[in-house]
């Protein structure tokens, strides 16, 4: 369980690395359109866990990219939030696998062979 400061640091690392994707950081991701899903961030507000999603298919190269620049993201992040945090926290980048997830196990319950009901079974149940 996050405490409220875990909360508050997350959301603001959220909007801010977003908006660094944006408009600074537009060189690293080329093409490619990046969500930052979800932020956690340590008890002692020192690393941040982002989680990126990336659209429509697995773009690992823009990931790795995004991985060896991490020290460019962090000196964004920064001159960002520098002034409203005490410790700018390091940052940990992670594929966000929670959407294609979601679409693997819709189409596993989609092929289910579940028989319907029967009118007198319904019957009986209520």
Known sequence: ??????QKYSKLIQKEIGEIFQKEAKHLLGTSFVTVSRVIVSP??????????????????VFDKLNEKKSELRKHLGNRIGKSVRIVPEIA???????????????VISSLDIPEASDEEEEEED
């Open 93 to 107: 980048l992670f594929m966000d696998d929670s959407a294609s997830y979601a679409q693997h196990m819709d189409k």
């Open 44 to 61: 002692d507000l020192g690393l941040a866990k982002v989680y990126l999603s990336f659209l429509l298919e697995k773009d690992k190269p």
């Open 1 to 6: 369980m996050e405490s409220k400061r875990q």
